[in-house]
């Protein structure tokens, strides 16, 4: 059986410890670290320096200049990034500018309605990680109420809920009492 020559793995190792440069704070090297959200650059005379940085230097990676935008706050070209949460448009200048705007159609306005739960707070259109929209009361966190369905300004003839929600079926849209107990559903509108 022959013996792999040990050089060539050293030649992988001295080729993959590249030079990242110095770090900003202290001046000793960086080096490439792997963390619970994926590589980043860190300094090497960690626990004394505390200096990290994400690897690409860009805060998420880009996927494609958006040719003929400009940044409204310092006027450079506007890119797609994508990041933890997937892909969102921002400025090519980060992170000198931290412009990012919101990729997709805004959340529909709605109509002022109380918070049923509590009275003092409104419904407010929100937007979950995962792009889902909901409504909840802009009190939270001392309120926390929320439906998943467009609030209507209509109490309940069932139980008396003082909102209902409009929902999508097969049959067309309806409404329908928000709370689990009952079960007031209209005819299409």
């Known amino acids: 059986m022959s013996k792999i020559d040990p ?53 998420g990676s880009v996927e494609k200049i958006l040719e003929g935008t400009q940044c409204p706050e310092c006027g450079d070209v506007l890119v797609i990034r994508k990041g933890r949460y997937g892909l969102f448009i921002a400025c090519s200048q980060f992170p000198d500018c931290r412009h990012v705007e919101q990729d997709g159609e805004p959340a529909p306005a709605t109509e002022s ?46 139980c008396g809920s003082a909102i209902l929600v409009r929902r999508q079926g097969a049959s067309g849209a309806y409404l329908c009492c928000p709370q689990k107990n009952c079960t007031y559903r209209s005819d299409s509108l």
Do not use: T, W
């Open 7 to 59: 050089e060539l793995f050293r030649a992988e190792a001295h080729a993959l410890a590249h030079s990242h440069g110095p770090c900003p704070q202290c001046g000793a090297e960086l080096v490439l670290r792997h963390g619970k959200h994926g590589p980043f650059l860190g300094c090497s005379a960690y626990p004394q320096c505390d200096y990290v940085r994400a690897r690409n230097g860009q805060g």
């Open 113 to 158: 309605i109380s918070c049923p739960a509590c009275g003092k707070g409104q419904l407010v259109a929100r937007q979950s990680r995962q792009g889902k929209l909901f409504y909840a009361c802009d009190a939270y966190p001392k309120c926390k109420f929320v439906v998943n369905d467009p609030p209507v300004a209509q109490p309940c003839p069932q």
